[in-house]
Every structure is written in structure tokens, then in C-alpha cells.
């Protein structure tokens, strides 16, 4: 397991919640560890395998899906590193990505197609989703009637906010804004029907887009148990949470201790860990066909 990495000589250009960021001249080079964030806490505790499910499993969306944009992976070979990087090969392997540097935009594209999270709390209290209205009374969980953009800004305080679309058109401008949303949607649109036909459903994602030689580019991580809902489909059922592949087998233990969210973030137990790295590596088996 990598819970942090130190490569010594290299740039370090940012260390995120879950990936450390070097600079490789005019790319970058992504190491996605096992760390685990809830609640916008780093817990103490790594998931197994978790930085090279994250890894692999974007790898196989970004091919899926690269004839509707563009993205900003180059390759997961070391031996396509600048030669710096080779001494460092038996923690890249596996959990690494070369890409190309991109001009990000500050916006996550948010889709989801069904009602959950931080929605389902918005939906409560004011019928609607970032602004968009829903029909009423709808339950927790239900699929929407069309999958929506629900953008999300970062806070002062780094958490993830909901905006409008108008928020985001003043931010970056109208047509920009159209052409995220509609990509947005699009990609989705294809990654719930795939994944739909495999046995998981795709209840709602993130997506990061920039600009690279001025063309819009999809990048950072791409479908993935981090930054969508997985949920088994043959046992969903509408009027409460679902089962899932992703991390809220943490958060809903993180509840049952009645942490506080506030620092510092409890250990995991053993078992806890080991399931959610189960979980992780399962919705990659299902999605790709391939073991880890």
C-alpha cells in the first residue's frame, strides 16, 4: 500500500486528497495512492489497491469514451516516463498515469440520473436540484425523468458547493457553459447505458474538463468508485439509500461511530478497509471484465 509518496529530485507540483502530482516538463505525472478522504477528511487508515483500481479503472473509460472528447492520457507505461521517473518504477507501476498538461476549468460537471447525496437534500428543501425543478414527490434513490447537470463549485473552504448554470455562465461564460453541460450529459448518457448492461448503475458522477492547445479535454479521473455512485442494480429499490461499490460503505461507518468530522479522522478497522477495497475492486471486475 502507498499512503504517500516521496520521490526525491522530482517536482512535486500538488498532493491532493488521494493523488500526488509531479511535473515532467511540458506533462505531468499522476500517482493516484490509497488514501481515502470522507467527509473532506484524509482518514489515517489506506484502502489495498484503491490508488490502482482509481487508476485503472479511468484508463478503461477515458478509451471508452474517447470518440466523444478528447482527454489528457499519454500512457501508463513507466518506461514512457522521462527517464528521472524510472528509479521510482515499483511504486509508479500499476497506479500512475503520464498525461498531457491542461488548463483546467474551475467547475465539476456533476450528472446525476438519479436522486441521492447532497440532491436528495436539496430536492427536500427546495423541490429542486442546483435549480433545476423536479417533478414532487419523488424518494430517495428514484431514477430521474432525464439526467441533469448539477454543477458544483470549490468553497473558500474546499468543499464542493452546488451552483446554478447561471452561476457557472458568470463564472466562465455562456457557450462554455453549454458546451460542459452538453458533454456532461453525453458522456453519462453512454457510461450508465454500458455499465447499466453489466449490472451496475451509475446514480451520479463527476467530470473535469480543461483546455489543452485550446481544445476542451476531458481529464483527472474518469468514472470511478471516487467520484460516481455505483450501485448494484439487481438490488435496487427506490425509497431509501443502495448498496454500493464505492466509499459510502466508509461514510456510513464513519455515522455509526458518530465521528464528529472533525479532525483528527478516526483509524478504520481492519475489516472495514478490507471490504471497501473489495467493493473497489469489484466494480472494476464488473465494469471492465478484467481482474486488477
Known sequence: MIFQTEFPGLKLEARGKVRDI???????????????????YILPTPIPDKGRVLTQTTIFWLDLLRDIV???????????????????????????MLVRRAKMIDVECVA?????????????????????????GLKESDRLPTPIFTPAGKAQSGHDENISFDN??????????????????????????????????????KFEFGFIGGQLTLADEVLTPDSSRFWPRATYAPGG????????????????????????????????????????????????????
Not at 516538463?25 to 467527509?39: C, E, M, N, P, Q
Not at 513507466?78 to 511504486?91: G, K, L, M
Open 22 to 40: 509531479y511535473g515532467a516538463g511540458d506533462k505531468l505525472v499522476i500517482v493516484t495512492t490509497d488514501r481515502l478522504s470522507a467527509f473532506d
Open 168 to 205: 457557472v455562465s458568470e463564472r466562465i461564460g455562456r457557450e462554455l457553459a453549454e458546451r460542459l453541460r452538453s458533454l456532461t450529459l453525453q458522456i453519462y448518457g453512454r457510461a450508465d447505458s454500458y455499465a447499466e448492461e453489466r449490472g451496475i448503475i451509475i446514480a451520479d458522477t
Open 241 to 292: 439509500p443502495q448498496p454500493s461499490y464505492d466509499k459510502q460503505f466508509v461514510r456510513d461507518y464513519l455515522e455509526s461511530i458518530r465521528w464528529n468530522k472533525q479532525p483528527p479522522a478516526p483509524v478504520l478497522p481492519e475489516e472495514v478497509a478490507r471490504k471497501t477495497s473489495e467493493k473497489y475492486r469489484e466494480a472494476y471486475r464488473v465494469l471492465s471484465g478484467r481482474d486488477l
Open 112 to 136: 446525476r440520473g438519479y436522486i441521492s447525496g447532497s440532491g436528495w437534500k436539496d430536492y427536500n428543501r427546495t423541490g429542486a436540484i442546483c435549480g433545476i425543478a423536479l417533478p414532487a
Open 70 to 96: 478528447p482527454n489528457h492520457f499519454l500512457s501508463a507505461n513507466v518506461d514512457d516516463y522521462p527517464p528521472e521517473f524510472h528509479a521510482f518504477r515499483e511504486q509508479l507501476e500499476g497506479r500512475s
